[in-house]
């Protein structure tokens, strides 16, 4: 499963970030995936606790945002919205455009408890 091999990277980024941060456990992630990223959020959702089990992200709640496709077209220049199958601009109809967002997987943010210094 492709999902499982993305959600092992991801948790060795939150691990790094942890150990950097010194935090106890990490209690909320959340992650930006693009249609054209080739995740598919469900199955990342369903493979997390498993990549995550008996690491310091154990629990932690996983939020999914989906970031729509982006294209700037290279004739007008005008920047609009496309679809999967159909990357062309908005407002000329060029094929010649550029993608500006879709394809992402951010690891946008991440909620961590530290340990606690008296
Ligand atoms: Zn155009």
Do not use: Y
């Not at 498993?50 to 945002?65: F, Q, R």
């Not at 007008?76 to 879709?102: H, I, P, W, Y």
Request: net charge negative.
């Amino acid at each position: 499963m492709h999902e499982l091999a993305v959600c092992q990277g991801l948790m060795r980024q939150i691990e790094l970030l942890a150990q950097r941060e010194q935090a106890e456990c990490i209690t909320a992630i959340r992650l930006s995936i693009g249609p054209l990223s080739g995740v598919e959020p469900q199955l990342l959702a369903d493979a997390f606790p498993i990549a995550s089990a008996g690491s310091i992200a154990e629990g932690a709640t996983l939020e999914v945002e989906s970031q729509p496709i982006r294209v700037r077209c290279l004739t007008c220049g005008a920047e609009s919205d496309a679809t999967m199958n159909k990357l062309v601009c908005g407002s000329c109809g060029d094929f010649r455009t550029q993608l500006l967002s879709g394809d992402e997987l951010l690891l946008t943010s991440v909620e961590l408890e530290r340990r606690q210094h008296a």
